[in-house]
């Protein structure tokens, strides 16, 4: 299995909490990421089975960080951004084969 450098970290909240998705990432290494405005499709049999109210205005988080910061970024925004917090976020991490643009003296982000 071929090892990635790099992992890109997709955080998908409610509108409004891209920053404190940011914040919680940089506390880990993270120096920057890129948000993406979304719009949800969740329906109200997913309301009620999970007892949450679904906000369809959605950020999606970008951030490409080195490989061996990804656990901590990850349980960092459970933490702080997760499902159980009014950001009701979800996070999720694919490897990146390449990457270019970013200095090899700082921690990687996009």
Known sequence: MKEYSHEVIFCIVNAGFSEAAMDAARKHGARGGTVIGARGTASSEAEKLFGITIEPNKEIVMI??????????????????????????????????????????????L
């Open 64 to 109: 490409i960080v080195s490989s061996v910061l990804k656990n901590d970024i990850l349980h960092a925004l459970y933490r702080d951004v997760g499902l159980n917090t009014p950001g009701q976020g979800i996070a999720f991490s694919l490897p990146v084969d390449n990457v270019v643009g970013l200095s090899e003296d700082m921690p990687t982000v």
